[in-house]
């Protein structure tokens, strides 16, 4: 799924779009004008294409394109859903809040395929067994789709992504004529394709991020049709699928290929989320045990523990509150991190009874003591690396509740 970058590829990912956009530009000014003339041959072909994960975040899970080839009327173009522009006004605080419109972007084939292929990542291609009437519908609507009046749409990575449209444009083109497997990748729930394929691409971290980030939503099962809002299940969906052709139905692939190879293989970060916070955790109680026999508070730890805490929580709010992503609300690491906590934490002192913060840090203890004991029985799934995380948020808390006591 094309939706991120980081900056320190921001330039050759412009330069590159640049050249792509001009070469681009003089394809679909052909494209359009023999279209206005001509219709697709006999020797044209429409296929799905699915493009494996990549080792950037945004690319965690893949990308999915349309080709539309015809020899004879010397077109060759993918179409996919996953564009947005960085020229949009208010840019980043649209992306922030989930309102960023993406729209569909049409590519030279012959330009962007490389483009994957130099990242090592397989490019998979079936051609769709489509009557001719079928594939001119197709390219029509993807034409008219493209217009720039049409081209936008309201992104939400669940459920309405650069995957799933192209399995809607499909239906739209096919309609009654398309059938998909009702029990294919039915069992799962959206969190749990996050899982598989950050463990795929060995991205424990971006696992971790996704799993503080989306709320009870995620834990809500796919079924086999939602669960398309991965490529690699798209692909799979249409292996399966069937369309009704000359009078019976057929399976809607009738070829399947790889466009490249590669020997690359994903490589993890030497320390996972997990151990880290539990050497980290270790590293506190230990501290915590020196500060009991020497009669010491070192203070200054519980104001950074706790305003980072307070941040997290606040993030939490905000994306739960504010933001239209469908998949950050009802965020129960909330527990773990009260956002009241920032920037009260900064107001801790040694000598000072502070009834308020006492209480506010008994509230904070007991909720992360809920969420510990009911870890496998609260509606959310959980990433195991927030155990040492809240064991910490808990001792502290209690720590600072005692003191104040």
Known sequence: MKHGFKSRASFFYIASCMKRAITTLLLLVSIFSSVSAQKLSEESQISLLTISPGSELWSFAGHTAIRVMDPRLDIDVNFNYGVFDF????????????????EIGAYNFRQETPYWIKEDRIVTQQVLNLSLEQRQ?????????????NREYRYLFFYDNCSTRVRDVLEEVVGDSLKFSTTLNADST??????????????????????????????????SYRA??????????????????????????SRKYDLNSTSKLPESLPVKPFTLFSILFLGLLYMSYMESQKG???????????????ICGILFFLLWFFTDHGVTSWNLNILWAIPILFPMALFLKRQESQPFL?????????????????????PQTFNTAIIPIVGIVLMRSYLIWKRKS
């Open 137 to 149: 519908k197709m390219f029509d609507f993807l034409m008219n789709n493209y217009q720039p009046e």
């Open 228 to 253: 398309m809002y991965i490529p690699d299940n798209l692909m799979h969906a249409f292996d399966s699928a069937q369309v009704y052709k000359d009078g019976r139905w057929r399976p809607l692939v």
């Open 358 to 378: 006492k209480r506010l840090f008994f509230v904070q203890m007991i909720l992360a003591a809920f969420l510990l004991i009911g870890f496998k029985f609260l």
């Open 296 to 310: 010491k508070w070192f203070i200054l730890i519980d104001k950074i523990l706790f305003t980072i805490t307070g």
């Open 190 to 223: 959206f969190r749990d394709w996050i899982k598989i394929y950050s463990q795929k691409s060995k991205n424990d971290w971006s696992e971790f991020g996704m799993d503080l980030l989306i709320g009870i939503p995620s834990d809500e099962v796919t079924n």
């Open 87 to 102: 020229r949009k006004e208010n840019f980043y605080f649209k992306f922030l809040r989930g309102t960023l419109p993406y």
